[in-house]
C-alpha cells in the first residue's frame, strides 16, 4: 500500500478502534459535552440528566455500578447485560440525559460530544477501587472539600 494512504484516522473514529462490547464485562465510560461547555453547573439541569443514569428502561440488562457528574463531563461505571452492546447502552445513556437537559434549560440542539472514552475492565482491577475513584472526581477537581457534599454521584456499595 502507498504510504501517503497508511495512516490513522484521527478524530472520534479513533476511540472506536478495537472497541467490543463483551457480555457482563464491566466498562469505565467517559463522556463530556459538546464543546465541554459546563451545563451542569446548573443544579436543575444536572438533576434532570442524573435521574436517566439508573433508569432501569434506559439500562435494560445493564447495571450502573457508579457514577459521577461533572460540569463538563460525566463517568459512567456500567456492567453489560447479556445482548446489549455497549455503544446501544451509552447512546439511550445520552440521549435521555439530552433531552431532559434541553428541556430543563430551555435548549435545543447536542449536549453530547459524539464520541466517548471506554475502558474494558479486566478480571483482577478491583470494580470498588475504580468506583472510588471516579466518585472523588468532584474532590481531585477542588470542587468540594468531601465526596459526600457533591450531590451528582452515586455507586452499588454504598
Not at 500500500?1 to 484516522?9: C, H, I
Not at 432501569?56 to 459521577?68: D, K, P
Not at 431532559?100 to 475502558?119: E, I, V
Request: aromatic letters at 10%; proline letters at 4%; a positive charge.
Amino acid at each position: 500500500m502507498d504510504e501517503r494512504y497508511s495512516y490513522k484516522t484521527p478524530g472520534h473514529a479513533e476511540l472506536r478502534n478495537g472497541r467490543v462490547s463483551i457480555c457482563h464485562s464491566a466498562y469505565l465510560i467517559t463522556t463530556t459535552t459538546q464543546n465541554r461547555t459546563p451545563l451542569f453547573i446548573h443544579f436543575p439541569a444536572a438533576s434532570s440528566a442524573a435521574r436517566c443514569f439508573e433508569d432501569a428502561t434506559l439500562l435494560r440488562e445493564s447495571r450502573m455500578l457508579a457514577w459521577v457528574l461533572m460540569p463538563d463531563h460525566v463517568h459512567w461505571l456500567l456492567q453489560l447485560g447479556e445482548t446489549d452492546s455497549l455503544g446501544g447502552v451509552i447512546g439511550r445513556l445520552k440521549s435521555a440525559s439530552s433531552r431532559h437537559t434541553n428541556r430543563t434549560l430551555n435548549r435545543t440542539g447536542p449536549l453530547w460530544s459524539k464520541a466517548f472514552h471506554d475502558h474494558a475492565l479486566r478480571e483482577e482491577e478491583d470494580l470498588q477501587a475504580v468506583a472510588r475513584y471516579i466518585v472523588a472526581n468532584p474532590l481531585r477537581a477542588g470542587l468540594v472539600k468531601r465526596v459526600g457534599d457533591y450531590p451528582f454521584w452515586n455507586a452499588i456499595w454504598l
